[in-house]
């Protein structure tokens, strides 16, 4: 008998890979892991869990409109970043604001 092989992972486990909060990729892979096992379904590779959980941090780590209203609200950033933003500049950086994460 060969090791199973999962296409996709299964919708309940990636929601609870996206809520998954500051686990580490290994701790994650055991919950999911366990998870997996109690749906009766096939194990998912640390790989795999690793790349959705980067994934849904990096959506998490987005600024949303919502996001630079606030900041603007509390001076944060200065109300003309909101128009250049949604016209396609990137926000600059500014202390106290939420800001896109680093690219370096």
């Known amino acids: 008998m060969g090791t199973p092989a999962a296409p996709r992972i299964d919708p309940r486990l990636v929601d609870l890979i996206e ?8 701790e994650l892979t055991r919950v999911v892991g366990g998870r997996a096992e109690a749906l009766g379904l096939v194990r998912p590779s640390y790989e795999q869990v690793r790349v959705l ?4 941090q990096a959506e998490a780590a987005r600024v949303t409109v919502a996001d630079v209203l606030w900041d603007i609200s509390w001076r944060a950033r200065p ?13 600059p950086r500014r202390p106290g ?5 680093r690219r370096d």
């Not at 809520?19 to 290994?26: D, I, K, M, P, T």
């Not at 604001?97 to 994460?101: D, I, L, Q, V, Y």
């Open 53 to 56: 959980q980067r994934l849904a």
């Open 79 to 91: 109300a003309y970043d909101l128009p250049n933003w949604l016209a396609g500049d990137p926000l």
């Open 97 to 101: 604001a939420k800001n896109e994460p």
């Open 19 to 26: 809520r998954a909060g500051a686990l580490s990729a290994a």
